[in-house]
């Protein structure tokens, strides 16, 4: 298979290009607060294709900026049916690659899909990484502050596994910091990711922001992050992704 051609294929169809979503939980008192969309492919051989291998593929080719075009579409309208049906569904998080966020009409963009699906923009989330800052952290400064005037959230993907993650922690408009699922693993076997942890909490709390731990798989990570202080938590323990039809029943039934 080659991936490049595959995927320009599937950008042209409805079938092979799909979302999953999975919940993020308020720690306190077991609240959804938001479901992070992320992205899957089944070739029409019915092969599903990880993330992990196009992702990169679409960024170097540019197919990103389409692709991450048709996430943010798809998000938007699964709000929009979760709302019709009187669903509780807080938000959504998309996944943002650096060059959809570089792209000049990327805001453009971002309130044309809000506006095709009559979706208030406080219910989309844009989960941004490292990497799309160091680039030019002015023109990433600028671009943030015109998403927040839309009104969108923002979160921090991935935080601790880039550099400079301090400077610009302080200077950015955003309201989450997701800790990235390499220290949660750790928490409960190591001090020093303990430690790294409880660091980033206090800090971001100090700017702000709300923290979001991801990849939590175990109880005892999910007490160690209390301790912590960690506001919501996200990880195969709480649920993993799953697709539109299935969050629609867990949010018709709570558990
Ligand atoms: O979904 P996991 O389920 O395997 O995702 C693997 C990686 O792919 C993660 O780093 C995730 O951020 C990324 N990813 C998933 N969906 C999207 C998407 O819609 N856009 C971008 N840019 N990355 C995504
Ligand atoms: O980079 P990003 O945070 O967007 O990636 C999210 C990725 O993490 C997705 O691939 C998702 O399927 C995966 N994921 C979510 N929860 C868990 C978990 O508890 N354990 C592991 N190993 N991966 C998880
Ligand atoms: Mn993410
Ligand atoms: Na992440």
């Known amino acids: 298979l080659n991936i490049e051609n595959g995927l320009r294929r599937a950008l042209d ?3 092979e290009l799909f979302l999953e979503f999975q919940p993020q939980v308020e720690l306190a008192g077991g609240r959804m607060i938001a479901a992070e969309a992320l992205l899957r492919w ?3 051989e019915g092969t599903v294709i990880p993330p992990g ?3 990169p593929i679409a960024e170097e080719t540019g197919l990103i900026v389409p692709i991450g075009e048709k996430v943010l579409r798809s998000a938007c309208a699964a709000l929009a049916r ?3 049906a009187g669903l509780p569904m807080p938000r959504v998080a998309v996944n943002i690659a ?3 966020f570089e792209s000049r009409k990327f805001g453009e963009t971002v309130a044309a899909a809000l506006a095709e699906f009559n979706v208030p923009a406080d219910r989309i989330e844009l989960e941004l990484t490292e990497s799309v800052i160091v680039r030019d952290a002015d023109a990433a400064l600028r671009a943030m502050a015109r998403l927040k005037e839309l009104g969108v959230s923002i979160a921090l993907d991935d935080f601790g596994t880039g550099y400079s993650s301090l400077a610009y922690l302080s ?3 955003i309201d989450l910091v997701k800790i990235d699922r390499a220290f949660v693993m750790r928490t409960t076997e190591d001090e020093s990711a ?3 942890v409880r660091s980033i909490v206090a800090l971001s709390h100090a700017l702000r922001h709300k923290v979001v731990a991801e990849g939590v798989e175990t109880r005892a990570q999910l007490t160690q992050l209390r301790r912590s202080g960690c506001d919501y938590v996200q990880g195969y323990l709480l649920a993993r992704p799953m697709s539109e039809a299935a969050l629609t029943a867990w949010l018709s039934s709570p558990i």
Do not use: H, K
């Open 13 to 15: 169809n409805d079938t």
């Open 42 to 44: 089944r070739t029409p």
């Open 53 to 55: 291998r196009f992702i």
């Open 82 to 84: 979760w709302r019709a």
């Open 98 to 100: 650096a060059p959809q």
């Open 171 to 173: 200077r950015m408009p």
């Open 194 to 196: 303990r430690t790294i």
